[in-house]
């Protein structure tokens, strides 16, 4: 069983940035893949980036690369997303999910076995 819970999440002028955190209780959380997902007003929930449980590998969808880092520190029971030149597009609420499969790159929250509870981001230009 993993827990997880969001913050980082806020009011933020296009061009700023924030930087995400998802903090897991669980023993297991470091064996887990993390992603992260957003849902904006009207709109499906959308993939957003995703890390393996080493931190090895990354992957992010087209509208955040080079703007969005994943990243995880598995002593802390933390992973991380920094958030940069964000855009009013990204506005929407950010969720963490943990991950068992090796689908987890794909970007379909299927394969997703537990979620955090969401953090509002709100881009204003």
């Known amino acids: 069983q993993v827990q997880l819970v969001e913050s980082g999440g806020g009011l933020v002028q296009a061009g700023g940035s924030l930087r995400l955190s998802c903090a897991a209780s669980?023993?297991?959380?470091?064996?887990?893949?993390i992603g992260w997902f957003r849902r904006a007003p009207g709109k499906e929930r959308e993939f957003v980036a995703a890390?393996?449980?080493?931190?090895?590998?990354?992957y992010y969808a087209d509208s955040v690369k080079g703007r969005f880092t994943i990243s995880r520190d598995n002593a802390k029971n933390t992973v991380y997303l920094q958030m940069n030149s964000l855009k009013p597009e990204d506005t929407a609420v950010y969720y963490c999910?943990?991950?068992?499969?090796?689908?987890?790159?794909?970007?379909?929250?299927?394969?997703?076995?537990?979620w955090g509870q969401g953090t509002q981001v709100t881009v204003f230009s």
């Open positions: 669980g023993r297991t959380f470091s064996s887990y893949n």
């Open positions: 999910a943990a991950s068992a499969s090796g689908r987890y790159y794909s970007g379909d929250y299927h394969a997703y076995d537990y």
């Open positions: 890390i393996h449980w080493i931190g090895s590998s990354t």
